[in-house]
Structure formats: C-alpha cells, structure tokens
C-alpha cells in the first residue's frame, strides 16, 4: 500500500448510512475510497446493536459469524454495487472478541483492500461490552484483536480511533501492535472543528497511513488537514448533507 496508489479522499463509515448504494453515490462523485460500515459481526454486538435501534439510531445488521454464510452473503449483496468502480474499499466492524473479530475480517477479507476495527463508538451499549472507543483505554486488549487479526487475516488492518479519549499520542503508538492504517477521528470535544494539533501529533508519530476524519465540511478545510502531512481525509455526516464536496476536493487534488 505505497503511497501512489493510497486515495487521499475517502467516504468515512456511518453505521446506518454507508451501505453499497450510498457507497456507490458517493464514488459517482469523485471519493476515491470508501469505508462501509460500521457493522457489528457476533452475537454479543449485535444485540447491542439491536438495543441501540430501539432506541431510534439506525444501525446495520448484517449478519454473524456464528451464521457465517448470511453475513458473507450481505456483505457480497453491498460489496456488488461498486462493481466496476476504480475505488480502495473497506468495512468496519465490531466484535466483542479478539477471536471473533479476526473469524469475521478473514471471511470478509477477499471483498475489501483492508478491514477496519471499531475502536471509535461511544455508545453505552457497546462500551458495556468493552469495545468501542473503550478500547482505547485498554491496550492490552485492543493488542488482542490486532494479534488476532495478524495470524489469520492478510489484507491491511486500519484501527479506527477517536483521538480525544487518548492523552499521550506518543505512548499510544509506542504501545499499538502492527497497525497499517490509523484512520483518526480529531475531534474537538465542544467544538465544530477538529484538532489539528493532535492529528498532526499522530501524523508526525505513526508510521503507517493517517485518514483524518472530523469537521471536513469545506474544500479549504479538507486542504489545511491533509497539509500537516496525514496520507489521507475522509468525509462523514458533510457527505450527508453536500455530497458535491468530494467532487469540488478531488478537483483540487488534481
């Protein structure tokens, strides 16, 4: 994954949004990347996923690996809509194991050029699972899933992460195991914008691709960010509300 064939212009996930035909709206006008997802890939996460759309958010459940078939034949559904389409293409997902986690990404693997783990949701339902952005707070376990994922998967791992749970930047990367992409949301908590400053911190410590995700709402925002020398930007709740975004930014990376 060298750095002429990395996109800088990415669809970021939005559980509840980014399925194979939003993906595809999405490329049509001009991202060069798209992350499906978030979706939840067991039992346990997937009651918790169930619970949260009781309570009025939209969530995907797209199936288990305990019915491994049912999720393969979901996600090949979504995946056949980009067909034909030149675009790097991801999933995220949850698990609340290490050993389920990396059972979902080796069956999804042959679909996508990377899979990425959800270490980024706040809800509570899948905090009490001690997944999520709790994660983030637990190394060890976090270590756990990426160990998990690197005996079993070989497509790149990226690690979504919410940059504002993590004090020291610098520890944290010293501690991660071999992570390819860190696609780092920098929010600012009270903020309509996004931390640059840490993003940079990120950028400056990590040794594989950076996506910074968080307030692109402009073309002249998505510029500033990739200019403190991350590989990547991606695009969430603007590409709602002003999908022509991508093609204006992708006009200015030519």
Sequence with gaps: MDKTTFPQLFLAPMTGYTDG?????????????????????DARSELASQQIIKRGRKEF?????????????????????????????GINIRASSPENFAKAASALSP???????????????????????????????????????????????????????IQNP???????SSVDILHV???LPGKPEADLTKLKDFADLFQGKIIGNNSVTTTGIALKMLNIGISAISIGRAALSNPLLFSEIKDRLK
């Excluded at 996600?75 to 790097?88: I, T």
């Excluded at 610098?170 to 991660?176: A, E, I, Q, R, Y």
């Design 21 to 41: 035909d939003f993906c595809r709206k999405i490329v049509l006008q001009g991202a060069q990347g798209v992350i499906l997802g978030g979706i939840s890939v």
């Design 61 to 89: 459940v797209w199936g288990t690996v305990e019915e491994i078939e049912g999720l393969l034949t979901k996600v090949k559904l979504e995946v056949s809509k980009l067909k034909n389409l030149k675009v790097m293409k």
């Design 111 to 165: 679909f996508f050029d990377f899979i990425e783990l959800n270490a980024h949701c706040r809800q509570p339902e899948f905090l009490e699972l001690n997944i999520g952005q709790n994660l983030l707070s637990n190394i060890s376990f976090l270590n756990d899933f990426i160990n998990e994922y690197k005996k079993r998967v070989k497509v790149p791992l990226s690690l979504k992460i919410r940059s504002s749970v």
């Design 170 to 176: 610098k520890d944290f990367v010293n501690d991660l």
């Design 185 to 187: 949301d920098a929010m």
